[in-house]
């Protein structure tokens, strides 16, 4: 490993990455179906790992499949980490059917997020130790697998004394809801943000991090059976007020601002008309955030929006933060260690999870891809 490295005119990340892709697609490097997740029968090259890879993109259920991979040799600034649990997110379904901003090469193994342990360190590692528990830096290292060889710095560390899904699901919804509630709006305790699917992890930890700072939220989900149990457990965690989305254009939101103030933010996760009704109830000077578009439809802002009531309409990408914030690390740093001194005073929790194990992959990604799904599906390796 050490060898090829400096030969790569691209980052030392990107190379990792493309010479990993080269592994998958080399047939020798492909180990036998009955072989040990972790054997080192054949010494340190022998070692595999079992990994849910793609070759092409597609429907999850077709293109998705439980392999067992040769893991490379451990370089002088590489880690051998033990995968914990790993989430499956909509943004790593988007990246398996094609249709993110970012894909791998292929065959990839997916997932963009997830929790490890540090098994064993490279001779000139400095920043982790074995034991130490980490999650990815940036989106794209496929974390759906037992064990992994990754570069020093393609990981951040976090304290194991936190929740197991909590770290799981760490980097990125909370990361997300973090920086929307802290980059767009000067927010103070007394104010009020509006969001469109509150039910999501995002929407979790957006109700969690503002109730945490004293922030007033609105929580907009859809219409369904079991509505009133939804609106009990996001008002459990801390929202403030909890509606349909059929009620934003009736009279009971003047009603509602009577008690609460017009909101500064609205974060957007939708799209299509659900953001255009958010837009409606911004104060004047307000900016809505969109990052997501769950109806698959654009996002529609009234002229008198912008000219009566001067809204400025932004979007937000956590990856795009993170890699705009890469150069020193003390940004992110600094807000992991926030987002943990949340989870540990008991202010910030995981999403609703269903753990499953990672053999039982192929109901999780079709139970994933359900509308009105509840829980966020985490493979356990």
């Known amino acids: 490993v050490a060898m090829w490295l400096p030969l790569c005119s691209t980052s030392r990340t990107a190379c990792r990455r493309s010479y990993a892709a080269a592994l998958l697609k080399c047939p020798r490097h492909w180990g036998n179906a009955n072989a040990s997740v972790f054997s080192h029968s054949a010494g340190p090259a022998a070692r595999t790992s079992k990994a849910l890879l793609f070759r092409k993109h597609g429907d999850p259920s077709h293109v998705v499949q439980l392999e067992d991979v040769e893991l490379p040799p451990i370089g002088p600034t590489d880690v051998l980490v033990k995968m914990l649990a790993a989430p499956i997110n909509p943004s790593d379904i988007n990246m398996i059917q094609g249709t993110y901003a970012i894909l791998p090469d292929l065959p990839a193994v997916g997932g963009n997020e997830g929790v490890a342990q540090i098994v064993e360190v490279g001779g000139q590692v400095t920043s ?5 528990w980490v999650i990815p830096k940036d989106a794209g290292l496929g974390t759906w697998r ?9 990981v951040i560390s976090l304290p194991n004394d936190i929740p197991l899904l909590s770290a799981a699901t760490l980097g990125v919804n909370p990361c997300t809801a973090f920086r929307m509630l802290s980059d767009f709006e000067d927010l103070k305790p007394g104010d009020s943000v509006i969001q469109n699917a509150a039910n999501s992890g995002v929407g979790q930890a957006v109700i969690q991090i503002a109730a945490a700072r004293g922030i007033s939220t609105i929580n907009v989900v859809r219409d369904r059976p079991e509505f009133t149990q939804l609106s009990d457990r996001l008002k459990a965690m801390g929202g403030t007020h909890v509606i349909k989305e059929e009620v934003l254009r009736r009279p009971e939101m003047k009603e509602l601002f009577k008690i609460c103030p017009k909101p500064k933010l609205a974060l957007n996760g939708v799209g299509g008309n659900s953001a255009t009704e958010l837009l409606r109830h911004l104060q ?29 309409v932004r979007g937000f990408w956590v990856t795009q933060w993170k890699r ?24 910030l929790t995981a999403p609703a ?6 053999q039982d992959y192929s109901e999780a990604l079709d139970t994933a891809m359900q509308p009105f799904t509840s829980a966020k599906q985490v493979l356990i390796m």
């Open 128 to 132: 982790l130790k074995a034991g130490d």
């Open 146 to 154: 037992t064990v992994a060889v990754l570069a020093e710095d393609d």
């Open 284 to 312: 004047y000077g307000g900016s809505m955030v969109t990052y997501g578009g769950m109806a698959k439809k654009p996002v529609t802002v009234p002229v008198s929006a912008l000219i009566f009531k001067d809204v400025k």
């Open 324 to 347: 705009d914030h890469s150069s020193d690390g003390k940004a992110f740093r600094a807000m992991l260690d926030e987002l943990c001194l949340l989870v540990q005073q008991g202010q």
């Open 353 to 358: 999870c269903t753990e499953v194990g990672l």
